[in-house]
């Protein structure tokens, strides 16, 4: 009777692992690769993607790779199609060397999600939460401001291949050439804005060659900072002016100081949350089409290609704000 009955218990025991092993195994999977890890901006989006994913039953991670070298994206997504996840998300260093992986992902049935990605072909859905003109002209108008829309200026990006960067830049500087044409930019734009001693060290070296320097276009979360150090080291605060996009709990000083002299961002954070949301969606079969309430974005408009969400969701960088935003953890 004892044996019996404990071969009852074992066998409930099983059933009920069986259960929750397939429970397990029937959670959505999802990967997200990002430019470079350990940096704030992307520490904010990975907290995002786990709130999400937890609220929704997705089994999801961030992959951040070690430096902003496209091959380290690309073995980063090999990996998760060999791992059969269900969505990859990718914030693209160079959108040409992840076609052919996203390809191959898509090929394996997996569900592709881009963010800052808006040339991507390979990919269910690009999201973005600023158009890349407005994000540009924008950040270009308040550098026209601070210095009084004359004098030389220097643009800083990512690298010369992540694509909104130099999308952005693009824009910045055709609108400055067209609205102050008395504003000078300096050699070409420089890849540089993923690191911050690459940016110290790159701003010191143009103020030192360039008397006549009066700004700096940052583009890329890192740049802000480092030329906002160059020029405390310099003692040019207020006479050289620094835009660009960051995280306020990473430049809080800096702008207080008036080294940063402002700039606008999103939430990164919540993009990791739209990232978790879509990709839900999509393994779902949930079709997004005009008018779709997508959280974080809002209603969307899918362009008539049917791969970019654009929507407008710029806060602006300043130290009558810059607290609540460090105090919200960006």
């Known amino acids: ?17 069986g259960a929750v092993s397939a429970l397990a195994q029937d959670k959505p999977t999802m990967g997200v690769v990002v430019k470079i890890g350990g940096i704030p ?7 995002g993607i786990k709130e999400r994913a937890a609220e929704l039953g997705v089994d999801a991670e961030m992959i951040g790779p070690t430096s902003a070298d496209p091959a380290l994206q690309v073995r980063a997504i090999e990996d998760l199609i060999a791992r059969g996840v269900d969505v990859i998300g990718v914030v693209p260093n160079d959108e040409a060397a992840l076609e052919p992986v996203l390809q191959k ?22 999201f973005e939460m600023a158009s890349a003109t407005g994000f540009g002209e924008t950040h270009a108008e308040l550098l026209a401001q601070k210095m009084g ?29 067209e609205k102050y044409p008395d504003m000078k930019l300096i050699g070409e734009r420089y890849g540089v804005a993923e690191n911050v001693d690459d940016s110290r060290t790159t701003a010191l070296d143009l103020m030192a060659a360039n008397p006549n320097l009066k700004g700096f276009l940052a583009f890329g979360s890192q ?15 207020g006479t050289v002016h620094v835009i660009g996009p960051f995280s306020p709990g990473q430049g809080r ?9 402002g700039g606008f961002m999103w939430n990164p954070a919540e993009a990791g949350r739209v990232f978790v949301e879509i990709g839900k969606m999509l393994v779902d079969g949930t079709e997004i089409t005009e008018g779709t309430e997508i959280r974080g974005l809002g209603k969307v408009s899918p362009d008539a290609a049917g791969k970019d969400i654009i929507t407008n969701n710029l806060i602006p960088i300043n130290a009558d704000t810059v607290d609540e935003l460090a105090g919200m953890g960006l």
């Not at 009777?1 to 692992?17: E, I, P």
């Not at 901006?41 to 907290?47: D, H, Q, S, T």
């Not at 394996?108 to 881009?114: E, L």
Request: net charge negative; no cysteine; hydrophobic share 55%.
């Open 1 to 17: 009777m004892r044996l019996r009955m404990t071969a009852m218990l074992a066998g409930v025991a099983l059933a009920a692992f």
């Open 41 to 47: 901006w992307f520490n904010a989006m990975e907290a």
């Open 105 to 126: 992902a898509m090929e394996a049935g997996i569900k592709v999600v881009s963010h800052e990605g808006p040339g991507l072909q390979n990919v269910d859905w690009n």
């Open 149 to 177: 829309g004359a004098g030389e200026y220097a643009v800083f990006v990512g690298s010369l291949t992540v694509p909104l960067h130099n999308a952005w830049a693009d824009a910045a500087i055709a609108y400055l050439g």
């Open 223 to 237: 740049g802000p900072i480092g030329a906002g150090r160059a020029i405390e080291e310099r003692r040019a605060t």
């Open 253 to 261: 000083d800096l702008i207080k100081s008036g080294a940063i002299s």
